[in-house]
């Protein structure tokens, strides 16, 4: 396989949903093309962002804005070879946002399909898919804002 078939020649959001011992990472199009997630854990996490912007042509980064968000956003501020800018999104309710998304993404199987969707929890991390749902929220926004400005 060929990256470049796979790169996206228009600009990308990152996502970026920090912590203090692990993170969500995603590359999006605005075209809400996905191209890349990932949970990283919070020692790489500067390393991995780096590579992306290397790989791919990251325009923004959009951030929860909770727990650790301010140090993180300095820290990106400082230790990124690119500035960037950073944009911080609230990311209240993500992580229950992320588990239902998590079970579109990947179906349920097996005897998981028939506990109640309440009861069922995801068998990995699923801080990348709220990076997904950072960039979506940011977007959205700026659809919503767009189409008032329009009228």
């Known amino acids: ?76 501020q400082q230790e990124l070879a690119q500035s960037l800018n950073i944009i911080l999104v609230d990311e209240r309710y993500t992580t229950l946002e992320a588990r239902d998304r998590y079970w579109l993404m990947y179906p349920p199987q097996g005897l998981t399909k028939l506990l109640p969707k309440g009861l069922r929890q995801p068998p990995r991390p699923i801080d990348d898919i709220v990076a997904i749902l950072l960039i979506e929220r940011y977007l959205n926004r700026l659809t919503s804002t767009s189409l008032m400005t329009n009228d």
Not at 16 to 42: E, I, N, S, T, W
């Open 1 to 76: 396989m060929n990256d470049r078939e796979f790169s996206p020649t228009q600009p990308v959001i990152l996502g970026f949903d920090p912590g203090r011992d692990k993170c969500g990472v995603a590359v999006m199009g605005l075209d809400r093309q996905l191209y890349y997630h990932q949970v990283v854990a919070a020692k790489d996490a500067i390393a991995t962002l780096e590579t992306l912007c290397q790989q791919f042509p990251v325009s923004l980064v959009v951030m929860g804005n909770q727990t650790t968000a301010k140090q993180w956003k300095q820290q990106l």
